[in-house]
């Protein structure tokens, strides 16, 4: 009787290890995933259909320096990406809420704006990028197919951006009609002078990877990963375009 007991709690205790373990790859995963789609996250049936099954708002405009206070003005000037979070609401069932990264890169706003559009050449620097593939490109706008790769596996999105070369601004939202592995994700890029030769950049990002991140969590990832997303653009800005992750 002793030795099935015994042999009973042992059982379960190999159980809830197990239990354990599962739950917490999960959520590891999760996270991952939440951090690698926010780097990313800054890209002929499909070129009239794939609009028209997009219902996504316009991503709404932002001008960088209103965004600026004291504080955070001197802080980018003295060479620190910072961020700011803005509230909006866009129904039940997705994020609330964006991330904006600001920072002063030493090159002309123009420059920047080469790189950031040039889709191809980002896996060559972005973080946690692999690869794109650009499947829609027609006048200001672009459908780009983007692979990353988590924890050994390969997750797969779809974007559609458009492009306001008039005022340096870039904005994407998810291509609702393909398969995709996270549930939203829309953001941009809003470029502006700043002083003699530099320039303003401002990234603006909201995702929602349809996994259970905790709040704090996403918040902590979110200020971990979006800087190292403006410091990669200004790397291969200032390094006209040498450098590469």
Request: charged share 30%; hydrophobic share 40%; glycine share 6%.
């Amino acid at each position: 009787m002793k030795n099935a007991q015994e042999n009973r709690m042992r059982l379960n205790r190999i159980r809830e290890r197990r239990r354990t373990a599962t739950g917490a790859h999960g959520l590891a995963e999760g996270n991952a995933v939440f951090a690698a789609f926010g780097a990313a996250a800054v890209v002929a049936l499909a070129c009239a259909s794939a609009w028209a099954a997009n219902p996504a708002e316009p991503v709404e405009p932002i001008d960088p320096d209103s965004l600026l206070n004291d504080k955070l003005r001197a802080e980018i000037e003295d060479g620190e990406v910072v961020l700011v979070q803005r509230e909006y609401e866009r129904g039940k069932d997705a994020t609330k809420g964006e991330w904006i990264a600001l920072a002063i890169i030493d090159a002309a706003p123009k420059a920047v704006w080469q790189h950031i559009v040039n889709v191809e050449e980002h896996p060559e620097y972005m973080p946690r990028l692999d690869r794109v593939e650009i499947y829609l490109d027609e006048e200001n706008r672009r459908g780009v197919k983007e692979i990353l790769t988590v924890l050994w596996k390969e997750y797969v999105y779809h974007v559609l951006q458009v492009r306001d070369e008039e005022n340096l601004r870039l904005t994407w939202t998810l291509d609702k009609s393909k398969e995709n592995d996270i549930r939203d994700t829309r953001g941009g890029w809003t470029l502006r002078p700043y002083g003699e030769g530099k320039t303003l950049a401002a990234y603006q990002l909201s995702v929602d990877t349809g996994r259970m991140v905790p709040g704090p969590l996403e918040r902590w990832l979110t200020k971990k990963d979006l800087p190292n997303v403006v410091e990669a653009v200004r790397k291969r800005s200032e390094s006209g375009g040498k450098y590469k992750k």
